[in-house]
């Protein structure tokens, strides 16, 4: 499953620009899960639990409480969760 509680917020910047972004929790859960996904530009930190995501050139970036990871918009991921992960995130 997967549990995520993220709540859009709109900004408005210096010259009248506005922009939206996401913040929240995201919790995939349950044990030895793998996602693919498309991200969109987002930087999270890892709260709980382990895993890793690997992107597309190879790069594997391990997931474990207080790791720090931005993602670009465009980045093709798979995620490999070991243990029930939680991150708090900000997307746009």
């Known amino acids: 499953y997967f549990d995520w509680n993220g709540v859009a917020v709109r900004v408005a910047c210096a010259g ?3 922009e939206t972004f996401e913040n929240g ?3 995939p859960g349950g044990p030895s899960r793998t996602v693919r996904d ?3 530009d987002e930087v ?3 709260l709980a ?5 690997e992107f597309q050139d190879g790069e594997v970036v391990p997931l474990t409480p207080g790791a720090v990871v931005r ?4 980045d093709r991921t798979i995620w490999h969760i070991a243990e029930t992960l939680r991150k708090v995130y900000i997307a746009g």
């Open 44 to 46: 999270f930190v890892v």
């Open 25 to 27: 929790l995201w919790r």
């Open 38 to 40: 498309e991200e969109c």
């Open 49 to 53: 639990g382990r895993g890793s995501v």
């Open 71 to 74: 993602l670009h918009r465009g």
């Open 16 to 18: 009248g620009a506005v």
